[in-house]
């Protein structure tokens, strides 16, 4: 079974810049899941989707932030401006129901410069 | 409000036991996760907790004190592969989202 993938696994932009991180999750799993984590901080959750219903993005931490699940299958998450302050790791994760099976992808490392 | 707190790193010798504790204070507390991350892969799960008491797993071991708010992970006859960060989350009544601690570096030496 093929796990959860993130591209690109690093992402180097300008302050200002737009970047798109996208996850693709494990096939069959409604739910995906956003986490951030920044340097030297816990990993954060940013939002939750069942299908391609946002169910809890209470995360997100401002209007730059866009997320998508396109048919619910793949999900992206754009940056738009970037800020400095964005840099960090962001995981995506999926599961078929419950926090049981929870499998993280290896994560995009997103540097803004 | 939310708060897990777990020590920033820990060493040990290969072969040897130790022991990685997590605190928590969570409103509607429903779960405690254990997971296992190596420099620049995705966190793995090791445990999940719900009830009070000892959960064994080969090597690792998790333990849930639900009335205190505390739990540990217990590793035996380290090995250097277990060098990597140790993620303890908490899990809520009703939602579906973990609240992570810092994460505790283990670093086992020969």
């Known amino acids: 079974e093929a796990g959860v993938t993130q591209f690109p696994s690093h992402s180097v932009i300008e302050k200002g810049q737009t970047v798109t991180l996208r996850c693709d999750p494990i096939?069959?799993?409604?739910?995906l899941y956003w986490y951030r984590r920044v340097m030297g901080k816990e990993i954060k959750f940013l939002l939750h989707?069942?299908?391609?219903?946002?169910?809890?993005e209470s995360g997100m931490p401002n209007n730059r932030f866009l997320a998508e699940r396109t048919g619910g299958t793949y999900s992206t998450l754009k940056v738009q401006p970037a800020e400095l302050e964005d840099s960090g790791v962001y995981f995506c994760?999926?599961?078929?129901?419950?926090?049981?099976?929870?499998?993280f992808g290896s994560g995009t490392r997103l540097t803004v410069v | 409000g939310q708060n897990i707190d777990q020590p920033t790193e820990m060493t040990a010798t290969e072969g040897a036991i130790v022991q990685i504790n997590c605190t928590y204070q969570t409103s509607g507390f429903n779960g405690l996760f254990w997971y296992q991350q190596h420099a620049g892969e995705a966190p793995t799960f090791l445990s999940y907790?719900?009830?009070?008491g000892l959960e064994e797993k080969g090597r690792f071991s998790s333990f849930l004190s639900r009335s205190k708010g505390y739990s540990y992970l217990l590793l035996k006859e380290l090995q250097m592969k277990d060098s990597a960060s140790y993620l303890c989350a908490a899990s809520n009544t009703g939602f579906q989202k973990l609240v992570f601690g810092t994460g505790t570096r283990l670093l086992v030496s020969p």
């Open positions: 989707f069942v299908k391609e219903s946002k169910q809890d």
């Open positions: 907790n719900v009830l009070d």
């Open positions: 994760a999926s599961s078929l129901g419950g926090l049981r099976g929870y499998t």
């Open positions: 096939s069959g799993h409604d739910n």
